[in-house]
């Protein structure tokens, strides 16, 4: 063995322990621009191409010293995925054998990517891959299986379970510590058969069906006396499925339940049994309008109100329209709503007087017509209602507060003392400030004792010694039907606490509040009517019938601030106030 130093001449400069091979030697070793690591002590050549390189055609060049050869010749395309390759050199008979391994660093992309036996899409420009799975599959838990090139690793792994109820990011890194790939994958489920959605029409006051997807059922209640002999369903389906009968198509309930079936894309199918029912009201808490449904009530505090108890007593609610009152409609029911604040339109304002008050009252609800006479009947057989805002003035209806407004007050004649607006601007107070509250009035000085603890206040906090704010939006509906007295009727009429007491054993009720801000017994804007069927004080108004076994709550006056939606899109910082006076009002009534 001998220590070889070549010159100048040969234009290279090296020391290294070589076999005695003298100019049999591969000066350089070149790959896509690349310079090879030459060890000529052990004869081997290494160099490592960026990821994704293909190694299975590269071409080599190389330099050698004069009258050196080489195979494979420089500029050969040569072949490296099998393996490292021998370049040999020879020179004035002598050879030498170079071993020559080229690689690449892994190239960081997912091949392939499947969930069980749904392969994925995979967009390699782009970045992402896209699975379909079936109805039946649980996508928070699905477990995906993938593949990478060797000299890469990946994070989330291969077969590790995830949820794909939104795209998850997985990234491959190549081994070279820098050079990666994100991908986004993507789960689409098929839809189940199932039905979204089941209404009698695309009306707005279509009834909604109940859907049961656990027992396969759903249920139609129609207002009593509905035609159950054509009814087209609408039936809203996801556009991938199927539904027959079709969506559409008029069926005959009338002798029984029928079956629709959904079928998906994999063929898969639900059966639902459907029922449709016209019943009498069978719930306890009505509401009733002049509307066909709570959709279409033209007031929108009359709307909110409805909307509330329909979510507060879901299985106990229904809405009957004015017009279609019979007493087999309420032949269930316990508690009657009836509350408005008629819409103003633009250039009238509402405006009540003692000429009109009664005539104000939607045709039905006036005396002698078969509505009025049903909810007369239906209240002296215990059924109890919650009157407010401006058709208070039913209770003279009912004869529970009998009135003749071309006669003048006295026992019998119970007519209002006030009427109308509150001011010379009309029925809307507009721009009033937070701080001015509108409430009731519960003081002992306003009643005839404590009636803070009535159950119609449970829950509810009073302010200083028996303030109930009720409503501080900016824009108020402001109506002053109410008994501001009793002058002529009784003695005395007002309005110290002998008065209010005097007040409830003529007509059996209980004075529950007047306006916040008033101190002593003026005004009723909130009465307890008791039931007339039992024991009454002895100076009872015999004018008053003794066959009303039901009660009614008035709250009247809006002044007491009770108007359920605000106008003017101002939070009213008493909303909940309203809805739980509201509530407890009706659970009373109720029980």
Same mark, same amino acid.
């Given at each position: 063995m001998a220590i070889f130093t070549v010159g100048c001449d040969d234009d290279i400069k090296f020391q290294d322990l070589v076999p005695d091979y003298t100019y049999s030697i591969i000066r350089s070793f070149e790959v896509n621009g690349q310079t090879a690591a030459i060890n000529h002590t052990t004869g081997t050549i290494t160099l490592t191409l960026p990821a994704g390189t293909d190694t299975g055609s590269v071409t080599v060049n190389t330099t050698l010293p004069d009258g050196a050869t080489i195979d494979p010749v420089s500029g050969s395309t040569v072949d490296f995925s099998g393996g490292p390759v021998i370049f040999t050199v020879s020179n004035n008979g002598v050879s030498r054998e170079y071993t020559a391994t080229i690689a690449a660093f892994g190239d960081p992309m997912i091949m392939t990517f499947s969930i069980g036996e749904n392969i994925g899409v995979i967009d390699q420009e782009n970045g992402t891959i896209e699975v379909t799975v079936g109805s039946q599959e649980n996508i928070k838990a699905l477990t995906p299986q993938y593949t990478i090139p060797g000299g890469t690793t990946s994070n989330p792994a291969s077969g590790v379970a995830q949820d794909f109820t939104s795209p998850v990011k997985y990234t491959i890194t190549s081994n070279d510590g820098f050079t990666g790939k994100s991908y986004f994958v993507s789960v689409t489920q098929l839809a189940a058969p199932i039905i979204d959605s089941f209404a009698t029409s695309e009306d707005v006051c279509a009834v909604t069906g109940i859907i049961n997807n656990e027992a396969s059922t759903i249920s139609l209640i129609l207002p009593a006396g509905s035609d159950l002999t054509s009814i087209a369903p609408v039936i809203s389906i996801n556009d991938e499925l199927t539904v027959s009968p079709a969506s559409g198509v008029a069926q005959d309930f009338s002798n029984g339940s029928i079956k629709y079936t959904v079928t998906n894309e994999e063929g898969l199918t639900k059966e639902y049994e459907v029922t449709a029912t016209a019943a009498?009201? +069978?719930?306890?808490?009505? #509401?009733?309008?002049? !509307?066909?449904? $709570?959709?279409?009530? =033209?007031?929108?505090?009359?709307?909110? =109100? =409805?909307?509330?108890?329909?979510?507060?007593?879901?299985?106990? #609610?229904?809405? $009957?329209? $004015? !017009?279609? $009152? +019979?007493? =087999? !409609?309420?032949? /269930?029911? /316990? @508690? @009657?709503?009836?509350?408005?604040?008629?819409?103003? +339109?633009?250039? +009238?304002?509402? #405006?009540?007087?003692?000429?009109?008050?009664?005539?104000?009252?939607?045709a039905e609800l006036q005396s002698g017509e078969p509505q009025a006479t049903a909810l007369t009947n239906w209240y002296k057989n215990g059924g109890n209602f919650f009157l407010a805002g401006d058709p208070t003035s039913f209770i003279h209806v009912l004869g529970r507060m009998p009135a003749d407004y071309s006669q003048p007050r006295g026992l019998g004649n119970y007519r209002y003392t006030e009427f109308g607006c509150s001011g010379e601007g009309g029925c809307i107070d507009s721009n009033r400030p937070a701080d001015d509250i509108w409430g009731l009035g519960v003081r002992d000085t306003n009643n005839s004792g404590n009636r803070r603890t009535h159950p119609v206040f449970n829950g509810l906090t009073f302010n200083g010694d028996g303030e109930l704010p009720l409503y501080n939006a900016g824009t108020r509906e402001a109506r002053l039907i109410w008994h501001q007295q009793m002058d002529g009727i009784v003695s005395p009429g007002c309005c110290g606490q002998d008065a209010v007491l005097l007040f409830e054993q003529t007509v059996n009720a209980v004075k529950l509040g007047t306006l916040r801000w008033i101190a002593d017994g003026f005004g009723y804007g909130a009465i307890e009517f008791l039931p007339t069927n039992g024991a009454v004080e002895a100076n009872f108004d015999s004018n008053i019938g003794t066959s009303f076994a039901g009660r009614i709550i008035s709250l009247e006056n809006t002044i007491i601030g009770y108007e359920f939606n605000s106008n003017d899109g101002r939070v009213n910082d008493y909303q909940g106030n309203i809805e739980l006076l509201t509530s407890n009002i009706i659970d009373y009534l109720n029980n």
């Open positions: 009498n009201s +069978t719930q306890k808490v009505v #509401f009733i309008g002049e !509307a066909d449904c $709570i959709n279409t009530l =033209a007031d929108d505090d009359a709307k909110s =109100a =409805a909307e509330y108890l329909r979510a507060q007593y879901p299985d106990d #609610f229904a809405y $009957i329209k $004015i !017009a279609n $009152i +019979t007493e =087999a !409609a309420l032949a /269930n029911t /316990n @508690v @009657v709503m009836l509350y408005y604040l008629t819409p103003l +339109t633009d250039g +009238t304002q509402y #405006f009540a007087t003692d000429t009109n008050v009664m005539t104000l009252l939607p």
